[in-house]
C-alpha cells in the first residue's frame, strides 16, 4: 500500500485524496485487497487522462501498473494479444510492431493504459472505438453475496459488451484480448474545404481521414487518410514527422498557451488562426508512414480540457453549421444567430441559456472531427446505431476554465435537445442521468451486468452512481 496522497489527473481539473492507495503486483494481493474493502469503495487509476470525475475516491484507489505484460499468440488461425491492464498503448504498439502486427483500431493518444482507454470508449477514426475489438477479459470482482472476491473469464454475451466499455463499474479489469492485424502504412495528404460536405466527399476514398473546423477563419482542415499498399516510408516521412512534431505539436501548442493564457488577447487568436495557421501546413505534402507513426498526436505535451461530443452521420452537417454559429456568438457579442439556430434553441427552450455565453470566450483550437463505426458495446459512445458517428471535439489551453466551461455545458446541452448528442465519458461531463437514459438504449441491461458482478455497488463512485442512475 503506498501512502495517501492527493490524486491529479492530467488536465489539474479534479483532486481528491483517497484513504488508501494500493498498486498490487500479481493477482493474489490483488484479490487481497477486494477482500479487505468488500465493503467499502474501490476505483481503478491508470494514466489519468480524464477529465471526467470517473477516478474519483475517497476510500480505496488501486493502481494497476505493475500488470503491463504483453503476450502474442495464435488462435484459430489468428494472432491475438493479451494484455495486462496497466500495460500503456504505446507500449503495446512498439512491441507489436516489433513483431510486424498492429491493433485493429488507433486512439489520438497513446499515453493511456490499455484498461484505461477500452474502459471510456476510446477512438480513432475511420474505425469502431477499440472497445469494439475486446474478444475476452479477466475481471476482479465479487460473487452474488458480494463478500468473496473472485477473478472471472468475461467471454461472451451482454458481459462481453458491458466489459468492453464498463467506466470501471463491473470490477477490476486484470487483463484483456484483443485480435492483431498486420502492420499496415497510411498515406496522408493535408487539404483544405469549404464546406463540410466536401469534405465528407473525401471520406470515400479516405476513409480513415479526420477533420477539423477552424476557429475563426471558418473553414475546414482534412487529414485525408487511407491504407498504403506500400508497406515503406514515403513523401520524406521522418522530415514530415519531425516537421509536424515542432511546427504543430510544440510550436502552434505553444504559441496558443502564450496568447490565452498569458496574454489573454482576443484579437491575437483572430489574427492566428486567419493569417497564420493556414501556412503552417502543406497542402501538397503527400506522406506514407506507419500506422502507430501516422495516427497519434502528442496531445499530452500541454495540459488542457476537452468536452467530446458524437453525433450519427446523418446530423453531423447540421450539427457543424450549429456549432459554427454558437461559437461566433460565444466569440462576439454582435454575431447574429442564424433563424434555423433562434428557432430550434427555442423549440428546446433554451434561448434563454445564451446569456451564459454570449461574447465571453473566443475559442482558440481547431474542433476535430472523427468517424467512428458503431461499437458492439452497451454504452460506448458508438453503441446501438446503424450508422456511424462523429466525435466532435472541444479543447481549450485558457486557464481559468469558468468560461469554456459554461459554453461546454451549453453545448453538451443544446447539442442533446437538438442531435442527441452523447459526451465522451472520459471527457469534461456535463450530462445528466435524464440524458442517459433517454441516450442509450442498452443502459439498463448495462446496470443488470455491474449489479451481477458487483451487488454491493463497491466499484462505483459518486459519479457513476448519479450519472448511471443507480
Known amino acids: ?37 468488500n465493503n467499502g469503495k474501490i476505483r481503478v487509476v491508470a494514466s489519468k487522462h480524464s477529465w471526467s470525475d470517473l477516478i474519483e475516491t475517497e476510500d480505496v484507489l488501486i493502481d494497476m501498473s505493475h500488470f503491463d505484460y504483453i ?12 494484455v495486462g491492464a496497466g500495460c500503456k498503448v504505446k507500449h503495446l504498439l512498439a512491441e507489436l510492431s516489433r513483431k510486424g502486427l498492429t491493433i485493429p483500431s488507433v486512439g489520438l493518444i497513446a499515453e493511456q493504459t490499455i484498461a484505461g482507454a477500452t474502459a471510456t470508449g476510446t477512438h480513432g477514426s475511420g474505425k469502431h472505438s477499440l472497445s469494439h475489438y475486446i474478444e475476452s477479459l479477466q475481471v476482479a470482482c465479487f ?4 463478500k468473496s472476491a473472485k477473478i472471472v473469464d468475461i467471454i461472451e454475451g451482454e458481459p462481453l459488451q458491458a466489459a468492453r466499455c464498463s467506466l470501471g463499474c463491473l470490477g477490476v479489469v486484470v487483463e484483456l484480448t484483443l485480435p492483431c492485424i ?22 470515400e476514398k479516405a476513409p480513415l481521414q479526420q477533420f477539423f473546423l477552424m476557429p475563426q477563419s471558418w473553414y475546414f482542415f482534412a487529414q485525408e487518410r487511407l491504407v498504403s499498399s506500400e508497406l515503406k516510408r ?5 522530415m514530415y514527422r519531425i516537421y509536424w512534431f515542432l511546427v504543430i505539436d510544440l510550436g502552434m501548442h505553444l504559441v496558443m498557451k502564450l496568447i490565452v493564457s498569458i496574454l489573454r488577447s482576443r484579437k491575437l487568436v483572430h489574427i492566428f488562426f486567419r493569417s497564420i495557421v493556414p501556412y503552417l501546413v502543406f497542402k501538397n505534402w503527400v506522406v506514407t508512414d506507419r500506422s502507430d507513426r501516422a495516427l497519434v498526436m502528442k496531445h499530452e505535451l500541454f495540459r488542457h480540457l476537452e468536452l467530446e461530443a458524437f453525433v450519427v452521420r446523418s446530423r453531423v452537417v447540421e450539427a457543424a453549421s450549429f456549432v459554427k454559429d454558437i461559437l461566433q456568438y ?4 454582435n454575431h447574429q444567430l442564424s433563424e434555423l439556430s433562434i428557432e430550434r434553441l427555442q423549440k428546446a427552450q433554451l434561448l434563454e441559456s445564451l446569456s451564459s455565453i454570449k461574447g465571453r470566450f473566443t475559442h482558440h483550437y481547431p474542433i476535430c472531427f472523427r468517424r467512428v463505426m458503431a461499437d458492439d458495446t452497451l454504452i460506448s459512445m458508438a453503441s446501438g446505431a446503424s450508422e456511424d458517428w462523429y466525435a466532435i471535439s472541444f479543447i481549450t489551453y485558457q486557464e481559468p476554465r469558468d468560461e469554456f466551461q459554461a459554453l461546454a455545458t451549453f453545448l453538451a446541452n443544446s447539442m442533446f435537445e437538438l442531435f442527441q448528442a ?13 440524458q442517459l437514459n433517454q441516450l442509450y438504449p442498452k443502459i439498463d441491461t448495462f446496470r443488470d451486468v ?5 451487488p454491493n455497488g463497491v466499484f462505483r463512485n459518486r459519479f457513476v452512481e448519479e450519472k448511471l442512475g443507480f
Open 1 to 37: 500500500m503506498k501512502n495517501a496522497k492527493i490524486v491529479q489527473n492530467f488536465g489539474r481539473n479534479l483532486r481528491f485524496k483517497p484513504k488508501y492507495i494500493y498498486s498490487p503486483s500479481n493477482r493474489v494481493e490483488l484479490i487481497d485487497i477486494l477482500q479487505k474493502h
Open 71 to 82: 503476450r502474442v499468440q495464435e488462435k484459430n488461425h489468428g494472432t491475438i494479444v493479451t
Open 143 to 146: 460473487d452474488e453475496t458480494g
Open 182 to 203: 498486420p502492420q499496415y502504412f497510411v498515406q496522408e495528404k493535408s487539404t483544405f474545404c469549404k464546406t463540410i460536405e466536401e469534405v465528407l466527399v473525401l471520406e
Open 234 to 238: 514515403r513523401g520524406f516521412a521522418a
Open 330 to 333: 460565444a466569440d462576439s457579442s
Open 422 to 434: 452523447r459526451i465522451h465519458w472520459g471527457k469534461w461531463f456535463p450530462q445528466n442521468s435524464d
Open 450 to 454: 455491474c449489479c451481477r458482478h458487483d
